[in-house]
């Protein structure tokens, strides 16, 4: 069994949470869209910064059961958690959006988070 600490490589930390509105804004106007099933996937470059910050969302249009949409924005997160070491770059603000109306398990969410990766780092 692997035991982390708060800031160890398996952790996502209050810090790593995206929550200021005015700079969810500004990945929104000014920040790069990936488009990969299920996910449209926003991200900016950070100023003079090395922790990532990420934002999920999951919308209620598309999902109407809330506790589906928890479901998915755990498995999410989880995913993200664990593979967050195969992303290479560091200092973006990064913006998951959940764009299916259907829930995946979590192997096609960690594989679609995956792939997220490697287009970055292009």
Not at 12 to 17: L, N, V
Not at 74 to 94: A, D, H, P
């Amino acid at each position: 069994m692997i035991k982390e600490s708060n800031t160890g490589q398996f952790s996502f930390s209050k810090g790593e949470r995206l929550k200021n509105k005015k700079i969810i804004d500004h990945v929104f106007k000014k920040g790069k869209k990936i488009s990969l099933f299920p996910f449209d996937f926003r991200y900016l470059r950070k100023e003079n910064d090395t922790i990532n910050e990420v934002l999920i969302s999951v919308s209620k249009s598309k999902i109407n059961s809330s506790v589906k949409r928890n479901l998915l924005k755990r498995r999410i997160r989880e995913s993200y958690r664990l593979n967050k070491s195969l992303m290479n770059v560091q200092g973006y603000y990064m913006v998951f959006i959940y764009s299916s109306s259907k829930i995946l398990s979590y192997k096609q969410i960690e594989i679609s988070v995956i792939d997220l990766f490697k287009s970055l780092k292009k």
